[in-house]
């Protein structure tokens, strides 16, 4: 039975949609098979592994409102081991169509469930607000990662996330963890950015993951082309950091028997 993680954050522009599709692509490359889920109605993740949301007739929404079949909305992508659901703008109206629905935080969940076999890892690209569908994501999940960006209002928000996050462990699903906050955009240039490091690591301590996303103007060319980081430059520092995302977490999860140091690549002698 696979794995469902979430990447959630109501706060845009802190990567979570690049950490879905790069993470995703990580346990792909590293011979797990994998779904993606895009749970955002910007449809970026969809357009970042090559498929055109305006030619999508099937997606997530179909799946939530009509259930629709999920294993006949599933598409290819570039990255072998790695399938996706995608999504359109009419997920939109997901949020006002649940609203009267019995059990309408658990429609994600019946979704994945029909299909959570056939997968080692799930992860689900949740959109920047903390709605309806995001609520579904998270009650679906085992686990969700929170993409936080190096800077001065990053702790903005967090708190309400958390919160919510507990509340949802409470009422909806008591088996839900935080995988771990990821620090991302860290640009080793500024001071201001390590200050953040420091404070992130001293509020949150172990939920903190090792591995930091650095800024690469790698990792926003990528999706231009359709394709993860880690097909478009596999030797980038974006490519490498994802890689190390994926084994950190496979670490945590004790689905690898290597130890720390073997896990971890230095891009610096990556050739």
Not at 77 to 91: G, Q, R, S, V, Y
Not at 144 to 164: D, H, R, S, W
């Amino acid at each position: 039975m696979g794995k469902v993680i979430a990447i959630a954050n109501q706060k845009g522009g802190v990567g979570k949609t690049t950490t879905a599709m790069n993470l995703a692509a990580g346990f792909a490359v590293l011979e797990y098979k994998t779904l993606l889920i895009d749970a955002d109605p910007q449809a970026n993740a969809t357009s970042g592994l090559g498929h055109d949301p305006r030619n999508i007739n099937n997606s997530i929404y179909e799946c939530i409102i009509d259930d629709a079949d999920p294993k006949e909305v599933i598409v290819s992508t570039t990255t072998p081991n790695l399938e996706l659901i995608p999504a359109h703008i009419d997920l939109v109206g997901a949020e006002i169509e649940m609203i009267n629905m019995p059990n309408r935080e658990k429609m994600m969940k019946r979704v994945i469930d029909k299909i959570k076999d056939n997968y080692e890892f799930i992860v689900i690209d949740c959109s920047p607000s903390l709605g309806l569908v995001t609520v579904n994501a998270l009650t679906a999940a085992d686990s969700v990662i929170v993409p936080v960006q190096c800077e001065y209002f990053a702790l903005e928000g967090l708190g309400k996330l958390l919160n919510t996050i507990k509340i949802v462990q409470a009422r909806l699903n008591p088996n839900l963890d935080i995988e771990g906050i990821l620090l991302t955009m860290y640009d080793t240039r500024l001071r201001l950015a390590k200050q953040v490091v420091e404070e992130v690591r001293t509020h949150f301590q172990q939920m903190v993951f090792d591995t930091i996303i650095n800024r690469n103007t790698k990792l926003g060319e990528a999706p231009s082309f359709g394709e993860s980081i880690i097909l478009h430059d596999a030797n980038s520092t974006g490519a490498i950091n994802y890689l190390n995302l994926a084994r950190e977490i496979l670490q945590k999860n004790g689905m690898t028997n290597m130890n720390k140091s073997d896990l971890e690549i230095d891009f610096l002698n990556e050739k």
